[in-house]
């Protein structure tokens, strides 16, 4: 195999600039402080605590390491299906280290994941491999998300999951409880321990297109 074929990356995606990501940091930490105070979720910690225990601190139970992104494509260093078509396409050769605007319009958690929806726009979307929503009936594109934070023993790969399941969930009608009007946005739980916070208004902030190795 060429040098090249031996360094394709882990993932392509979008990483905010570091004052954006420190916002978006906030943000998450904002929001987590919020539930735990909130009567509402109190009722439902049971979702987030098998065992029974009666307080669960939101901040330590979601953890994440490496630096945040919105994944475009899995590569698994070239062994994922459609890696090496994806890597060498002209799109992706010549968007490589460009910089885009992101769109978050809202947070979502649930016992497994904490994350933040990207709404994509159509030049993203040309970023966007044509499996990413695969088995369901979802908009292409759906799947886009940062994850902010992981349960313990839970892979990142979980947070794209969990937003189509959410999406999957409205797809069909399923309204969800109204929580409440925060400071943040419209708060609504799907039950099962799942909540989206709905923001007052999306964050936007830059992003670069790049892949990571390690
Ligand atoms: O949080 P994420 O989007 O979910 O970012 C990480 C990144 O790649 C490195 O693990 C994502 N990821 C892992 N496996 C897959 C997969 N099979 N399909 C899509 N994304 C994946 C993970």
């Given at each position: 195999a060429s040098l090249e074929t031996f360094c394709y990356p882990l993932f392509y995606g979008w990483f905010p600039h570091h004052t954006f990501r420190d916002q978006l940091e906030g943000l998450a930490k904002d929001f987590l402080k919020t539930l735990d105070s909130l009567e509402a979720f109190k009722k439902h910690i049971s979702d987030f605590t098998p065992k029974g225990?009666?307080?669960?601190?939101l901040e330590q139970y979601f953890q994440h390491t490496g630096p945040l992104h919105c994944t475009t494509k899995f590569c698994d260093y070239g062994n994922a299906p459609g890696a090496k078509e994806y890597i060498e396409s002209q799109i992706v050769q010549q968007r490589y280290g460009s910089v885009t605007e992101l769109e978050l319009p809202a947070l979502f958690l649930t016992p497994r994941t904490l994350g933040v929806r990207v709404a994509l726009t159509l030049e993203q979307l040309q970023l966007w491999?044509?499996?990413?929503?695969?088995?369901?009936?979802?908009?292409?594109?759906?799947?886009?998300h940062i994850t902010l934070g992981c349960a313990q023993?839970?892979?990142?790969?979980?947070t794209g999951v969990d937003l189509l399941q959410i999406l999957q969930l409205q797809q069909q009608?399923?309204?969800?409880?109204?929580?409440g009007d925060l400071e943040q946005g419209q708060l609504t739980y799907y039950g099962d321990g799942v909540w989206v916070l709905t923001l007052r208004e999306s964050r936007v902030g830059p992003a670069l297109f790049s892949s990571f190795h390690c």
């Open positions: 225990e009666e307080v669960v601190n491999p044509s499996d990413a929503e695969a088995g369901t009936t979802l908009p292409r594109g759906s799947r886009g023993g839970v892979e990142p790969v979980q009608g399923r309204e969800g409880e109204a929580v």
